[in-house]
């Protein structure tokens, strides 16, 4: 079931801007989803949206649910929340977060959303039970961002291009698999947070079999490249069986990240290991592109870097924040 | 914690010596800790041990465990169970079951556990929380069997081989991947049910640091080409660090269990795909040997095929079943 909008986003008592990153990408990708922002006292976050003093307010402005993506001092849900919450949902909001700990974990809130027939969110956590991966083809295309490391941009640059195929008129869905994905579009599956029998079984749940000429663009996870991660990454590539792959990049990283002794992967490696890995279910899997998050370099240092790229790979490569990812996109009309 | 022993085999009313399998592993690697079996009217499954008819005989008798290694019909713990397993709480034994259904999850038998001071262990489903993997590699040497499929004898591998080892005197542990497994030494982790971000990490916690002569032989699960699995064959791969690959295969499988579209990889290409996966986290990794399954084929053929994979392998190959893995650990020295 979706997550309904229009969005409070809660941004609790968020220590810094860092602290309300999930919030900030909800309001970047959905500014028109997202009617204000709600902080309590010591907040030092800000997503310059309306600010919204009560619930009460909230309810009136049309708010549908109140969105908590944010980490708050203690990363608890503290009782200084839980109030103001259970307000929420006796105005006839709905709750949503991301966080490690359950909303409906918290008594108060849970008998809050009974009595108000509400529904509480934990999109961090699965609540489905998922099958095995059958691994047969279905119909429908698939793309799927993958990456040389963890936060090089693989949701951002799967926004950018679902959106972009959007706007040309093509079908489209962006499949979320992870938290700040799962409030962008109000429904996905935290792939990292399911059972290790199920990655691939829940990606195939996500993704369905579809109309010929549908593409889902799936958000990857992690890398095959990093040592803690790439059983999600391996399970999410044979699960959505994609046709094209999208690969993504950070040039300025020293390591993989949360792993100083590991070195990133060189691009070319990196996408043969991808295709070759793929094609136990989709032999016909190839990499369309290459997105670079360029945020570390001067303008043209990066589009330096860009034009070196797409002379050695022989593909297009864009920083999807700079310049888009039409040409990207070009590739798959 | 380790699951005591000498066990109780509780083979309830499985309707078949298949709904056993489980039981029937542990008996055969641990016949001195099985002190016997229970079975309830209507069980059709026999592991040969002595006839034990009461929970109270059991108790006399030694056990620390009753072990329910058995899919009874309908799969769920039915009210027939919990008498008797209500019994041996209150006797002063303890519990092990790898149901996919909890023991902690039927309240008769929690509160006996807590009157009696006795635990239930549910080994399908790790309790701990893992910490994501570190990656960085630590002392002490690790074998891991790896497969062209699941079920194909990577369970009978590592033991055979943790066995003949500890025969000749070696450092060795045998770690547990799965619940026959964990019955059969005690303890260990059902890599396949935890948390997808975990599996590398609950393999690292499992095969820890230790002397450098020292040999962890870990139980591999599914397969790098199995399109449900290959997630956590991965996480497998990269949390143990293995020094050492035991490849297995079963030759007679038509296509890759459960999946009728999907055939079984080549042996080299196996091989290959697992040694250049592995080299992530550790770059001396190879490949010391081919343990066959051959059941499904006569003496003579059966002989024929090991003899063949040799020289096309350049590998010791046996079936540990008819012939042990001597000529395997004989690289290990």
């Known amino acids: 079931m979706a997550i309904e909008h229009p969005y409070l986003m809660?941004?609790?008592?968020?220590?810094?801007?860092?602290?309300?990153?999930?919030?900030?990408?909800?309001?970047?990708?959905r500014p028109e989803w997202c009617k204000g922002q709600f902080r309590l006292p010591g907040c030092n976050a800000d997503l310059k949206?309306?600010?919204?003093?009560?619930?009460?307010?909230?309810?009136?402005?049309?708010?549908?649910t109140v969105v908590i993506g944010v980490a708050n001092r203690g990363g608890v849900i503290s009782e200084a929340w839980v109030e103001v919450l259970e307000q929420a949902l006796d105005l006839g909001m709905d709750l949503a977060a991301g966080l490690h700990n359950r909303l409906a974990a918290v008594p108060r809130l849970r008998e809050a959303a009974a009595r108000n027939g509400r529904q509480l969110f934990d999109v961090r956590h699965p609540t489905k039970d998922f099958a095995v991966a059958a691994g047969s083809k279905r119909p429908g295309k698939r793309l799927l961002t993958v990456g040389t490391d963890c936060s090089v941009g693989k949701m951002y640059?799967?926004?950018?291009?679902?959106?972009?195929?959007?706007?040309?008129?093509?079908?489209?869905?962006?499949?979320?698999?992870?938290?700040?994905?799962?409030?962008?579009?109000?429904?996905?599956?935290?792939?990292?947070?399911?059972?290790?029998?199920?990655?691939?079984?829940?990606?195939?749940?996500?993704?369905?079999?579809?109309?010929?000429?549908?593409?889902?663009?799936?958000?990857?996870?992690?890398?095959?490249f990093h040592a803690s991660?790439?059983?999600?990454?391996?399970?999410?590539?044979?699960?959505?069986?994609?046709?094209?792959?999208?690969?993504?990049?950070?040039p300025t990283r020293k390591h993989m990240r949360g792993l100083p002794d590991f070195s990133l992967p060189p691009l070319d490696l990196c996408m043969q290991r991808n295709e070759q890995m793929a094609r136990l279910t989709n032999p016909d899997v190839r990499t369309i592109g290459i997105a670079v998050n360029t945020s570390g370099l001067e303008s043209d240092a990066a589009h330096r870097y860009l034009r070196e790229i797409e002379d050695t790979m022989d593909l297009p490569a864009v920083d999807p924040v700079r310049d888009g990812v039409a040409s990207i996109v070009d590739r798959l009309e």
Chains 1, 2 share one sequence.
């Open 49 to 64: 949206l309306p600010e919204i003093a009560t619930m009460a307010e909230a309810a009136e402005a049309g708010c549908r």
């Open 10 to 29: 809660f941004l609790g008592d968020a220590p810094d801007q860092l602290a309300a990153k999930t919030a900030q990408g909800v309001a970047h990708w």
């Open 229 to 250: 991660y790439a059983g999600v990454s391996l399970g999410l590539l044979h699960g959505s069986q994609p046709d094209a792959l999208v690969l993504c990049h950070e």
């Open 157 to 224: 640059a799967s926004l950018a291009l679902a959106w972009e195929m959007d706007r040309r008129g093509m079908k489209v869905n962006f499949r979320a698999t992870g938290q700040t994905g799962i409030f962008i579009v109000g429904e996905g599956v935290s792939v990292d947070a399911v059972i290790a029998d199920f990655i691939s079984g829940a990606t195939e749940w996500l993704t369905p079999a579809n109309e010929p000429d549908h593409w889902d663009v799936v958000e990857g996870q992690g890398s095959l």
